[in-house]
């Protein structure tokens, strides 16, 4: 274990200035916190938090990180208060504790929303002081250090958070170095055998080959030689995982993956930079469509870089990292340039890392209100992909993660634009929007003011940002249609009554049912939350009309959809021909209770000289509003691409939902699909057939019956009541 005079050597050597009083009273106050604890491998616990300042005086920070690495445990896992750390280590060091302390009381329902709880409250403190995510960073690296002591579950559950969080958050605010180790480590617990087995094949590649390393470090540095261009070479095998994903990705074996070498070239000043590529193009064979600058322009992360790919000796192909002594810091530590110290004085470095205007990104959408599960899988979107780079038609450039769209590009320029996108131009030529973007291309945004986002986009966005827009968008209108709907059935609901339904009959009903305001009244009532009913009685209490009982399904609760049916008899609509609220129904009694069929029904042809079965029933007057019913449409359209996907956007746009679609047939120039939808009423089902119709790739429309056996006729009791009979499946909505 480092002890106390050696930590603070350990400080002093980078920062002659260090605070060595407020170093010596953290060790002493964190080293007595911890003194009872011991970790899963038995050693004393204190050991932990001194490894984490450790890693971050590797990063020379200052003192108020090291000593928040010495204190970082202490509320979470200790008798230590936020207060007794403000007390005796001053509000700063209490804030950066505090914000890498887990939420580990909030009542949440599993472990996922708690993971996504607590990633929230990380990005919250970082956006505040990003000192907070190198102190949790540093404490993951050294979990993972030390991973081998925990139980085979957590340590799959760790590496698994550490390589869908961590890794890639430590990639996107720059920090390369400690990302690659992230990565190593957790993939040795993931994938062992994958990771032996690569190591296995850089042992055989070393006995064939030899090292090159060593040849091909001397062919770069006689290169630069030669045209008087100082430089540092490092070389270096790839990471076992960089080299697991390469061959995931391209789908191919070790021995066909070229560029497993990588080395660096560190120059005085960017003008050398240049001169060294040059120098290496002039040396060696370039592999074609290999080179990019990023000294020109910079990842979004603050990388700089040029990079080419060469082949070497052996005909090994090269990666080739061109930068400065100054880039390569801010690659290799990223964000922790900005706090970092030489010659004991912190100097900000002018090419480092700005986080802010990303992490204020993600802060922005949290205060919108996302969902903690959904805003945690746009943050992982955001931080997976690598970047392509794409210019507006006057000249902006924007970085996406590879895959983008151009509704992910609308979107990051504003999200005005995004909403009101309707098509795009990329490089001059009108394309799809669901088209994937290239590096270098020019696109030109296609807007109408007063046009929405579609649902259909959620699966063309790669971005976080987009996502959570469109996300957000849909609800809007969504809301917007629930408000429109639902005072289309309050006016309904009052004028059937023939009673006052104005906006004073609202205000009182939505008091009396608790809702905020009208607007919240209307909308529960639009989303089928509330009945016209039921708002009638609360502003006239007394005066709604009688209605029967409602019947009871198979699992005994009261059906809402349908009146008519004896009280405590088991319901079910039929599946043959599919029932929907505005058409005209009858109820059959048989062994297992009442079936509700259309009255044009082929099925009821078998019941129709046993006229003491049939059952008077009726749709209840909100039946549209309580919940969608099943129906099935038989749809012929062309064999082309987008054919489906404008369909189902088209029934989207109706606010139906598709349940289902099965194949028919499908010949080489048309396809017969079976689309299972969920509709309101009979008028919903005729809008929908009515727009499908007028679209040209579909030639054939039709609302389909679904083809059922007879049902077997079973005979009521002598008392009325029906035999018992297998259970069946309800099929109310």
């Not at 106050?29 to 616990?45: L, M, T, V």
């Not at 990003?130 to 991973?147: G, S």
């Not at 943050?379 to 769209?405: E, W």
Request: aromatic share 6%; net charge neutral; with cysteine.
């Amino acid at each position: 274990m480092i002890r106390q005079f050696e930590l603070v050597e350990m400080v002093r050597a980078y920062n002659p200035n260090a605070d060595e009083a407020l170093l010596n009273r953290a060790y002493v106050y964190g080293a007595r916190a911890h003194a009872a604890q011991k970790r899963a491998s038995g050693e004393p616990y204190f050991g932990h938090p001194l490894e984490v300042a450790a890693i971050l005086t590797g990063l020379k920070l200052d003192d108020a990180t090291i000593v928040t690495a010495l204190l970082h445990d202490t509320i979470e896992d200790t008798a230590a208060t936020y207060a007794e750390i403000t007390d005796l280590f001053g509000q700063e060091i209490a804030e950066l504790v505090d914000g890498v302390t887990k939420l580990n009381k909030l009542e949440l329902v599993n472990r996922e929303a708690e993971q996504a709880e607590n990633f929230r409250k990380l990005l919250l403190a970082m956006s505040r002081d990003v000192r907070v995510l190198l102190v949790k960073l540093a404490d993951r690296t050294h979990n993972m250090r030390t991973i081998e002591a925990l139980r085979p579950e957590k340590r799959a559950r760790i590496a698994r958070e550490t390589m869908d969080i961590f890794a890639p958050l430590a990639g996107r605010m720059g920090m390369q170095r400690m990302r690659e180790e992230l990565e190593d480590l957790a993939f040795e617990v993931l994938n062992p055998e994958a990771r032996t087995s690569i190591m296995r094949r850089f042992l055989k590649l070393r006995k064939e080959t030899g090292d090159l390393i060593p040849r091909i470090k001397a062919a770069i540095e006689e290169a630069l030689y030669e045209v008087g261009v100082p430089a540092d070479v490092i070389g270096r095998e790839k990471k076992p995982y960089s080299i697991w994903r390469k061959m995931e990705e391209k789908r191919i074996g070790f021995s066909q993956l070229s560029d497993i070498y990588g080395f660096r070239v560190i120059t005085r000043d960017i003008p050398s930079c240049y001169a060294a590529l040059g120098a290496v193009h002039t040396a060696m064979r370039v592999v074609p469509e290999r080179m990019k600058d990023y000294i020109s322009g910079p990842k979004s992360n603050g990388y700089r870089s040029l990079h080419t790919t060469v082949y070497g000796p052996a005909a090994s192909r090269v990666e080739i990292q061109i930068r400065t002594r100054e880039m390569h810091e801010v690659a290799e530590t990223g964000v922790a340039a900005h706090w970092a110290y030489k010659e004991g004085r912190r100097s900000e470095n002018p090419f480092a890392v700005d986080p802010f205007r990303w992490l204020s990104d993600l802060v922005e959408r949290m205060e919108k209100g996302d969902q903690p599960k959904e805003f945690l899988e746009q943050v992982k979107l955001d931080m997976f992909h690598d970047q392509v780079f794409c210019f507006t038609p006057k000249g902006d450039v924007y970085g996406l993660p590879r895959g983008a769209t151009p509704i992910d590009f609308a979107y990051a320029i504003h999200t005005r634009i995004g909403d009101s996108c309707v098509g795009a131009k990329v490089d001059g030529q009108r394309v799809p929007l669901w088209t994937r973007l290239r590096n270098g291309q020019s696109v030109e945004i296609i807007r109408v003011e007063s046009s929405r986002p579609s649902p259909v986009w959620m699966d063309m966005a790669a971005t976080g940002r987009a996502r959570a827009a469109i996300r957000r968008a849909l609800r809007e209108d969504e809301r917007e249609e629930h408000v429109r709907l639902g005072r289309e059935i309050a006016r309904l609901a009052f004028e059937r009554r023939k009673l006052d339904g104005g906006e004073k009959a609202l205000v009182s009903g939505a008091r009396k049912l608790g809702f905020g305001s009208v607007e919240g009244l209307l909308a529960a009532l639009g989303a089928a939350e509330i009945t016209g009913r039921r708002l009638v009685a609360a502003v006239y209490p007394g005066m709604v009309d009688s209605e029967e009982p409602a019947p009871e399904d198979a699992s005994g609760r009261p059906h809402r959809l349908v009146l008519g049916a004896p009280p405590g008899v088991p319901f079910a609509f039929a599946e043959c021909c599919e029932p929907i609220p505005g058409e005209r129904i009858v109820g059959i009694r048989t062994g297992r209770g009442v079936e509700a069929h259309c009255i044009d029904c082929a099925a009821l042809v078998a019941h129709e000289e046993h006229p003491e079965r049939w059952v008077d029933l009726r749709w209840d007057e909100d039946a549209a509003q309580l919940g969608g019913r099943s129906a099935s449409i038989d749809v012929t359209l062309a064999n082309q691409a987008g054919a489906l996907g404008g369909v189902a956007t088209l029934i989207g746009e109706h606010r139906a939902n598709i349940e289902n679609i099965s194949t028919l047939a499908r010949m080489p120039d048309f396809w017969r699909l079976r689309i299972a939808v969920t509709v309101r009423d009979v008028k919903h089902m005729s809008a929908i057939l009515s727009a499908l119709e007028a679209q040209a790739i579909v030639t054939d429309v039709r609302r389909t019956r679904l083809p059922a056996p007879l049902p077997k006729v079973e005979a009521p009791k002598a008392d009325g009541k029906p035999e018992a009979g297998p259970p069946r499946r309800d099929l109310s909505a």
